[in-house]
């Protein structure tokens, strides 16, 4: 039983090396480097509304201030506090409102279209990866709209997400003071360990969004769990990694105001990068388990398996 269960083991490990090998192979041919920059130049005009967007959703059931603040730390231990305050300070201009309910109004539509241009450019670089393609039936106007739509419905559900990480990590910090009062300081480990838990399956959920509703291609949701599992525990490794690098590096520093800019570049630039290779790890891992992934009803299958 015991060799039975050893060679069952390494056989996974195995396997699990082939597919990540298989993987690094295909995401290097695609230019990641490329197309993570292509990314993260769009989210620089993005980003002030999808911040927006996403502040508002979660700040309607958690205030807005409370949210906003809870995002500063986040970018604050990211990329420090000068980015943070830069960002917060770009966000608070994107709220201003002129008065005149046409302003208004093109001031909302320029803030939707805005946030959901970066996941159009990310869902495009997607249906490379599952070599898929938007219906050319389907094209033009009502495509576009259906698009965004798809982009507008995915910031709701991130800002969700927030909402659910801003409400669990409060809580944890609230226990964490009674427990620090009235425990030994070890028992702190396991809040510390709930806190990367709690990240974790945030990301996780994020990621399992992005890889099922963006690309026009059927992908099963086991499918698309496993691929987002890796790829969060990849994105936790290099966020903690990176935030090293901004903290004793600085690459901003020899840009003077624009640095904030070109930390928020590289930051984006990286998970977008994350971001493909666990693309590719779940059609990898697809492709091996199931076969060939057809087109979606929104696309049509251009190259494949056969």
């Given amino acids: 039983n015991r060799y039975l269960i050893s060679s069952c083991m390494w056989k996974k490990v195995k396997n699990l090396a082939t597919i990540l090998k298989n993987t690094f192979k295909q995401w290097k041919s695609r230019d990641p480097f490329g197309q993570s920059a292509v990314i993260a130049y769009c989210a620089i005009f993005s980003l002030p509304g999808l911040l927006v967007l996403i502040i508002t959703v979660a700040g309607y059931f958690f205030g807005h201030e409370a949210v906003s603040n809870h995002l500063r730390h986040q ?79 995915l910031i ?27 425990w030994p300081d070890y028992i702190m ?42 790829t969060a525990l990849l994105f936790e490794v290099g966020k903690f990694l990176l935030g090293l690098y901004f903290g004793k590096a600085d690459p901003g520093k020899g840009y003077g105001p624009a640095g904030s800019v070109i930390l928020i570049l590289i930051w984006v630039s990286y998970s977008s990068m994350i971001l493909f290779f ?13 076969g060939e992934v057809l087109a979606d009803e929104k696309g049509t299958k251009t190259v494949g398996k056969k």
């Fill in 189 to 230: 480990f396991l809040f510390q360990l709930l806190n990367i838990l709690v990240s974790l399956a945030v990301s996780t959920m994020l990621f399992a969004l992005i890889f099922k509703i963006l690309p026009d291609a059927k992908i099963k949701w086991k499918y698309v769990w496993v691929g987002s599992v890796i």
């Fill in 156 to 182: 709701l559900s991130i800002g969700f997400l927030l909402l659910i990480s801003l409400v669990v990590s409060s809580v944890l910090n609230a226990g964490a003071g009674w427990v620090k009062a009235h």
């Fill in 278 to 290: 666990g693309a590719e790890f779940t059609r990898v891992y697809t492709l091996k388990h199931h």
């Fill in 75 to 153: 970018v604050s231990q990211a990329m420090g506090p000068q980015t943070a305050e830069q960002i917060n300070n770009m966000v608070a201009k994107a709220y201003v409102n002129t008065g005149s309910l046409l302003a208004g109004i093109l001031g909302v539509l320029t803030i939707i279209i805005g946030a959901t241009g970066v996941f159009a450019q990310m869902q495009a670089k997607l249906n490379a990866i599952w070599e898929v393609k938007a219906d050319p039936k389907k094209s033009g106007l009502l495509l576009m709209l259906k698009a965004r739509l798809f982009s507008f419905g």
